[in-house]
């Protein structure tokens, strides 16, 4: 093969290439969410914060809702731009509504809260070409 054929060949596949690398990227959400370590297993400290709500331990709860609060910023920094801004923003805001729950110690309004958060984390990475996904 001659030089000119194999340029041409670097020319298509690395833009090929890198276009692929983008989109994978981009909509991984539900796999670039997934556990990498303890310390950022969110649904496992979403249940132990549960756990600790039901059985009213306000103390253990907030300790829980630190480590679920440090979980979910380990997971935003791999998922933060092929995700739904929307849902990045409701777990942000559930997550805030849950320490006033503790502090007040609101059982009803905490479960509740726990549950809509919940909700949003399932449905977090699974509609990552919406209009409003995250692009910079």
Request: with cysteine; glycine share 4%; hydrophobic share 45%.
């Amino acid at each position: 093969m001659d030089e000119s054929k194999l340029r041409r060949i670097v020319l298509y596949i690395i833009p090929v290439l890198t276009l692929a690398a983008v989109v994978l990227f981009l909509n991984g959400g539900q796999y670039l969410k997934k556990p990498v370590e303890d310390t950022d297993d969110f649904p496992r400290c979403l249940q132990l914060l549960k756990e600790d709500i039901n059985n009213e331990d306000w103390e253990a709860a907030g300790s829980d809702l630190d480590k679920l609060q440090a979980s979910w910023n380990r997971v935003l920094t791999r998922i933060q731009y092929g995700v739904n801004r929307n849902e990045v923003h409701q777990i942000n805001i559930r997550i805030s509504r849950i320490r006033g729950a503790i502090q007040a110690r609101d059982k009803t309004a905490a479960l509740i809260e726990i549950n809509e958060l919940e909700n949003h984390w399932n449905a977090l990475g699974t509609q990552a070409m919406a209009k409003d996904t995250i692009w910079l």
